[in-house]
C-alpha cells in the first residue's frame, strides 16, 4: 500500500468518522485498461480466459475502492471488472497502521506520529466494516476455511479472503489476533510501513534486527488459530524469525525478485527460497519502478518462477494500492491478460493455472481453518 494521498483518509480512520464518510472514498488509481495489457497472439488470449473458467484464480492483495485517491471509480465498477474478468477471488485488505502514516519530500510512506491507544485497532475495524460490503457487492463469499475453497470452486463461487496489513492494529495486545479470527480475519500481514511491535521494515532502518518475541508469539497464535501469516514488507531476519516461529508455510502478498532498480521492497534470491523452502508462496507485483512496462510485469514472474519454482509463485496486484504513476494493473477487466501473457511467454498450461490460483488454493487449504 503506498499512495500517497491515502494517508490523510487513513488518519481520518482514527476518528469517528461516519460510514457514510468512508465510503465515498473510491479508489487511488485511473481506469487505465491498457495498463496490464498485452500482445499476447488471439489464440493465447481465448486461451488465457479459459486457463480462468479452470480454476479459481485469487489476487492475492488488494483495497478496492477503499481509499479516496487519485480515482473515483466505484466498488460497483470493479464489481463489473471482477465478473468480466473471470476473477475467482481476493484478499481484500484494512491497513493496520494507516492512522500512523504520512508521505515524505520524496513520496515515500513513513510513520509520522504515534496514534493514541486503540485508534489503529478502531480505524482496521471501521475499515473491515467497509470491506464486508464491498465483498458482497463483489459476489464473492467470506473464506473462512481453507477446505471452503473446493466447494467455491465446483460451485463456481467467488471467494473474499479478509485481511490487515501491519499487526499494528493488534497494539502489543495477543487476544486481538483471537478478535480478528472471530471477526473473519484470515491473514494478518505482520508489518507495514511502520516499525511496530512485532518486527522491522522494508523501507526503515532496523530497530528490532529481525521480528520480536511478540511477533513470535503472534505467529505461533495465527498457527494455532488457523491463519495465513503474510511476510510482505518484512526483511530478511524478520523472515528468518518467523520461519524459526511458525509450523506452517507463509505468504509474500506484494513483491518481486530484486534488480537493477534496488527497489528496498524488492526481495533477494535467498529470501524468496527461504519462503518457498517451507511451501509458502509468493505474489508477483505488477508495479512500475522506473517506468517499467507491462512486459517487465510478465519478466518479475519469470525471474520469480526461476527463483523459487512455479510451485510458489500467485499474483498480488495490490489494487489501489499504488499510485498510478506506478501502477501496472488498475483494472480486473485485464485480469486475462496475465495468463495470456504468461502462454505467449512459453509457460504451460498447467504452470499458468498454478501461478493464477492453483497455488493460492493450496497455501490457504493448508493454513487456514
Known amino acids: 500500500m503506498c499512495a500517497p494521498s491515502c494517508f490523510h483518509w487513513w488518519r ?3 476518528r469517528a468518522a461516519s460510514r457514510r464518510d468512508f465510503v465515498k472514498g473510491a479508489l487511488a488509481l ?14 493465447n488470449q481465448a486461451a488465457g480466459r479459459a ?3 479452470d480454476v479459481l484464480s485469487v489476487d492475492v492483495h488488494t483495497h478496492p475502492a477503499l481509499f479516496q485517491t487519485y480515482s473515483r471509480t466505484t466498488i460497483e465498477e470493479h464489481a463489473r471488472a471482477v465478473q468480466a474478468g473471470k476473477l475467482g477471488g481476493a484478499f481484500l485488505a484494512a491497513v493496520g497502521d494507516g492512522p500512523a502514516l504520512s508521505i515524505r519530500p520524496n513520496g515515500a510512506p ?3 506520529r504515534e496514534p493514541a491507544p486503540g485508534v489503529m485497532l478502531a480505524s482496521s475495524w471501521r475499515q473491515l466494516d467497509v470491506l464486508d460490503g464491498h465483498a458482497r457487492t463483489l459476489g464473492m463469499r467470506r473464506m473462512l476455511r481453507g477446505g471452503d475453497l473446493a466447494a467455491a470452486a465446483a460451485a463456481r463461487e467467488r471467494v473474499a479472503i479478509m485481511a490487515v496489513e501491519g499487526g499494528d492494529f493488534l497494539e502489543a495486545r495477543l487476544e486481538n489476533v483471537q478478535r480478528a479470527y472471530d471477526r473473519g480475519v484470515r491473514s494478518i500481514q505482520l508489518v507495514h510501513y511502520r516499525v511496530n511491535e512485532l ?11 529481525g521480528l520480536t518475541p511478540f511477533g513470535r508469539d503472534v505467529v505461533r497464535e495465527m498457527n494455532r488459530l488457523g491463519m495465513l501469516v503474510d511476510l510482505a514488507h518484512a526483511p530478511y531476519p524478520a523472515v528468518k524469525g518467523a520461519m524459526d516461529a511458525s509450523s506452517r508455510p507463509m505468504l509474500v502478498s506484494h513483491t518481486n525478485i530484486e534488480d537493477y532498480s534496488g527497489y528496498a521492497r524488492f526481495v533477494s534470491r535467498e529470501h524468496a527460497r527461504l519462503v518457498a523452502g517451507t511451501g509458502g508462496v509468493l505474489g508477483a507485483w505488477p508495479i512500475s519502478i522506473r517506468h517499467a512496462s507491462a512486459s517487465t510485469f510478465i519478466d518479475h514472474i519469470k525471474r520469480m518462477v526461476d527463483a523459487v519454482g ?10 489501489a494500492g499504488v499510485s498510478p504513476r506506478s501502477a501496472l494493473f488498475t483494472d480486473w477487466t485485464e485480469w486475462p491478460s496475465i495468463p495470456a501473457a504468461l502462454l505467449d511467454r512459453g509457460f504451460a498450461r498447467q504452470d499458468v493455472a498454478k501461478i493464477m490460483g492453483g497455488n493460492m488454493r493450496r497455501l490457504l487449504e493448508a493454513t487456514v481453518s
Open 12 to 14: 481520518a480512520l482514527g
Open 30 to 43: 485511473p481506469l487505465v485498461a491498457a495498463g496490464c495489457a498485452t500482445t499476447a497472439s488471439a489464440a
Open 51 to 53: 486457463v480462468l473458467d
Open 110 to 112: 513513513y510513520a509520522a
Open 199 to 209: 518486527g522491522d521494515v522494508q523501507t526503515e532502518p532496523a530497530v528490532h534486527n
Open 310 to 319: 512455479v510451485d510458489h509463485v500467485a499474483i498480488g496486484t495490490d489494487m
